[in-house]
């Protein structure tokens, strides 16, 4: 849960270092405990693709001590789907599908408030200690902007150049399907992906990218990406499944 007198994500960032991030889907508050106890560098909830209601992103959140930063993938690029996930104690926020500097500027207007932005003053965890709060807020929230279709590679540089957008995070999925090459990933999506780090580069902004495990998060470390995906809890619990299975099965047929 952000606290306002120590945020962290943002500073880490500023400071060079690369964020593993640990990707919850499945909208378990128990599952969030769970993944806080082995100290990630971050979480992030998924409220656009995942199952997460607002009750159970509030409990995740509370669930999680203020020294792991809880961002929230929202559903979309707008004042109440914002507002809603930084009310509930989240350090920060990834909004999806931004194209234009102008939609990147409304993410950022969305996620502070006055003089900054135009972010609603409001909700339980804030309000414990509003001027504190604010104060910290002001300072330490994270805007990350998902660049994923054609178009937002093109405009990459113009996005990464908005004031108050702290991260570009590359969304591998949408980005192929925009390109028209999934489920290749040929070298079309290499050459985008590295056209939106290159302008982050430029700009001195951070980009991070979707990665589906610690192997590829690694790679992409080393290629300068900044934020990356550790593991996923919908693929974890998957494949815990299926190679307990498999295991059974295979003693099963040897006895």
């Known amino acids: 849960m952000f606290a306002p007198r120590h945020p962290s994500l943002l500073g880490r960032l500023e400071r060079g270092e690369t964020i593993g991030a640990v990707w ?5 508050a128990a ?3 769970l993944a806080a106890r082995a100290r990630p560098d971050a979480i992030v909830l998924d409220m656009q693709h995942g199952l997460w209601e607002r009750l159970a992103v509030e409990a995740a959140i509370g669930a999680t001590p203020s020294e792991v930063p809880v961002l929230v993938r ?3 690029n707008a004042p109440r789907a914002i507002g ?5 104690g989240a350090e920060g ?3 999806p599908l931004i194209e234009t500097a102008a939609a990147a500027r409304a993410a950022v207007s969305a996620a502070h408030y006055p003089p900054r932005g135009a972010r609603s003053g409001g909700g339980v965890r804030p309000l414990a200690d509003f001027a504190s709060y604010v104060e910290g807020a002001r300072v330490g929230t994270v805007v990350a902007v998902m660049i ?3 178009r937002g590679v093109e405009n990459a540089r113009a996005i990464a150049s908005v004031e108050g957008v702290d991260l570009v995070f590359i969304g591998t999925g949408d980005l192929a399907l925009s390109l028209g090459i999934f489920p290749q990933f040929d070298a079309r999506h290499d050459a985008a992906c590295e056209a939106v780090r290159d302008a982050c580069l430029a700009e001195a902004r951070p980009c991070g990218i979707f990665t589906s495990g610690v192997e590829a998060a690694k ?6 990406y900044r934020m990356v995906v550790t593991v996923n809890d919908i693929e974890l619990a998957a494949l815990g499944f299926r190679e307990g299975a498999e295991a059974f099965n295979e003693k099963d047929q040897l006895t």
Do not use: K, M, N
Request: glycine content about 8%; overall charge negative.
């Open 219 to 224: 790679a992409r470390r080393e290629q300068g």
């Open 74 to 76: 929202v559903a979309e």
């Open 24 to 28: 919850l889907s499945l909208g378990s």
């Open 148 to 150: 994923e279709t054609a």
């Open 84 to 88: 809603e996930a930084l009310d509930a």
């Open 93 to 95: 926020v990834i909004v």
């Open 31 to 33: 599952i969030c405990e």
